[in-house]
């Protein structure tokens, strides 16, 4: 086994270790506290198909995360009001089921990814950094003064929505959910790593000239990268929302790009499991710095510059050395 | 004759008040090497360039197997059949030197959207690109990252790639560069052999590669073709000594 396959190992059981013991213990709270960071590191595991693997730099990706979180939203909130959605020309009424709900996040934010990634990988570098977050922005002005779902009250949900067999409302149960998906989403990307697509997509990453002299157009790379990175954040702002049960503007902020950029970052940039140990750092910082002082965030800057100026691999550069070839 | 694969018709390019290309013409046939030659700052690189697609000149043509492709991208020119090595190498730094390879046999073969295969597994790109690698005598460094090698070995490796792309016509900008002698040699005997396969334009400073390829060579000066023809008329061309390969290299 290889340094970087033990490090997956051992994050990914730590991040279930955790909450099991929470659970024996009876600490419902840290259990949430897991749930939340799984929930992050699948934003994170998302935004880094883009930027790890394809060198996007976005810095609008609480854009999917909003989308996903306001499908969860809105639908739910339909449902707990008996309203429909739409009266015409189709009759759509809300729904408490998950699956859908996390169906309906994922087509919304891939939908949005391909329109706005077909318009911003028409920049690069700084100007592609700005133009993603200015569409994240607009959508958080647009939630912010669209008073049908709340302005910027946003919208309370009473109840989780439902998963068949499960009871969601269950901390534990909730937990496994999500750490279930989070285990698809990383398997699944590690295999788009290793694969074709992810092969030409990297070497885009590090030489576009290279891939164009192969015959292949990085653009339409870029843009089905962009596109599944879109519709995995997209998940996870399902999910973090009916975590919270709660949804508003604050999940398209800026503040939020940042944060998912600080997981991949913070994890190691392009490491399919960075992301994962990114946000479990992230999450037990908080905690812990939080607890300490309110301006906790200074610290992590602190950190965080360290990363950049002195490892930049993050944790998986620090621990698991250089990057092996995937495959 | 055999119809010319590559045919360059009256290729002009400015930089502003400079003209980089003027009114070139230039074909490539089959079975043939065809050396491009000129002193520094001739304007060969913009040339190729222009060959390639990765840059759109003034006025002229680019017809590739007879087809007009002057507004064609790199890449697509690519896909029909353009397989370029560059001057400066222009390789994935952090690939393998078999996953470059792989790159190059993958992208030929057309599969790149597939999402969930182990494409460092595909025993058909694996043979490929390793026959490659042999062909130009690199298969030993195969693990090794192209980062490491020396400059000389990433110009094997170009040209390794160009291979996996069976190409129909190579441009190659100085694939010598940075080789030593016996590195020069055995490319040289191999791209004397890889003729037969697919013409080559060759853009070279090493005139001893030259002058023991060529089948044909045309010197590039200020911009203009000011000869064209066979390695002996070209030795014995006046004004090609006088611009360019200067009197104390006559024979």
Known sequence: MTRESALNLAVMGALLAVPLWAWAADEPFLITLSTRAVIFAIAGVGLNVALGLGGLVSFGHALFFGLGGYAMGILAWHAQTYTNVTDWPLVLGGTKSMPLIWLVAVITSALAALAFGALSLRTAGVYFIMITLAFAQMFYYFAISWPAYGGEDGLSIYVRNGFPGLNTMDPIQYFAICYVLLLIVVLAVGRLAGSSFGLVLRAARQNEERVRAVGQAPYRLYLLAFTISGAITGLAGALFADLNRFVSPTMFSWQTSGEIMIFVILGGVGRVYGPVAGAALFILLEHVLGGLSEFWHIYLGAMLLGVVLFARGGIYGLLAGREAGHG | ?251
């Open chain 2, 1 to 251: 004759m055999a119809e010319p694969i590559l045919d360059i018709r009256g290729l002009t390019k400015h930089f502003g008040g400079l003209c980089a290309s003027r009114d070139i013409t230039l074909d490539l046939r089959p079975g043939e090497i065809h050396a491009l030659i000129g002193p520094n700052g001739a304007g060969k690189s913009t040339l190729v360039k222009q060959i390639a697609g990765a840059l759109v000149p003034d006025s002229g043509t680019v017809h590739f197997r007879g087809q007009d492709v002057t507004r064609l991208s790199t890449a697509a020119r690519a896909r029909m059949g353009m397989g370029r090595t560059f001057q400066i190498s222009s390789l994935a730094m952090e690939y393998t030197v078999l996953q470059n390879a792989v790159l190059g046999a993958l992208c030929h073969r057309g599969t790149v959207w597939r999402l969930f295969d182990r494409v460092m597994r595909d025993k058909g790109l694996l043979a490929v690109a390793e026959e490659a690698l042999e062909q130009v005598g690199l298969a030993e460094f195969r693990a090794v990252r192209t980062a490491e090698l020396s400059h000389g070995q990433r110009r094997q490796l170009e040209v390794a790639v160009a291979l996996t792309l069976r190409p129909q016509v190579f441009l190659m900008d100085e694939p010598m560069a940075g080789l030593g002698a016996e590195g020069s040699r055995r490319l040289i005997e191999f791209l004397s052999g890889l003729r037969a396969t697919a013409p080559i334009l060759l853009i070279e400073h090493d005139m001893d590669a030259v002058f023991s390829l060529a089948d044909r060579v045309s010197v590039l000066v200020y911009g203009e073709i000011i000869a064209t023809g066979p390695v002996a008329d070209i030795r014995a061309n006046a004004t090609v000594r006088a611009a360019y390969l200067g009197e104390e290299n006559a024979p």
